[in-house]
């Protein structure tokens, strides 16, 4: 996998589920997955690329969030679930873990590493989605 691949997946995913990437922010959140091996290339990417205390409640556009996760092409997180938390914004919760290709999982969806996890709740009110993805073609780009 490269940037390129990387990049066409999330918009794609973003794009079946009715929301306009380019348009949209993102919040970045790892999970630690108890009792599972990690790397050097996992503690670069936690140290460097995603501190706990430098990704806290940042907000990303398209590109940086494409940008960040491209650091050690052509390693990706193992998985990436993604999820509306409020209104234009979108919660990717990542794998700390990063590996080849061969190894990420839901490659069957043709979208590895992603996932969508569906909309997040607030209180008892579903949060609305403002930003719909309004592009027919799925070339269509951020930049």
């Known amino acids: 996998m490269n940037r390129a691949v990387f990049e066409a997946h999330l918009l794609d995913l973003l794009l079946e589920n009715g929301l306009d990437a380019c348009r949209c922010k993102y919040m970045i959140s790892q999970v630690y997955e108890e009792g599972k091996k990690y790397t050097s290339k996992d503690d670069f990417m936690r140290l460097n690329v995603f501190p706990t205390d430098k990704i806290k409640d940042k907000i990303y556009s398209f590109d940086e969030v494409v940008q960040r996760f491209s650091v050690l092409e052509p ?17 990717l919760k990542t794998s700390m873990r990063y590996r080849r290709p061969s190894e990420l999982w839901r490659r069957e969806t043709g979208k590895e590493p992603f996932m969508f996890g569906g909309v997040a709740y607030c209180s008892s009110n579903p949060v609305q989605i403002e930003l719909f993805a309004t592009a027919t073609d799925k070339d ?3 930049h």
Do not use: A, T
Request: aromatic fraction near 20%.
């Open 75 to 91: 390693y990706y997180p193992i998985w990436i679930d993604v999820y509306v938390k409020e209104s234009g914004v979108i919660e």
């Open 140 to 142: 269509e780009r951020c």
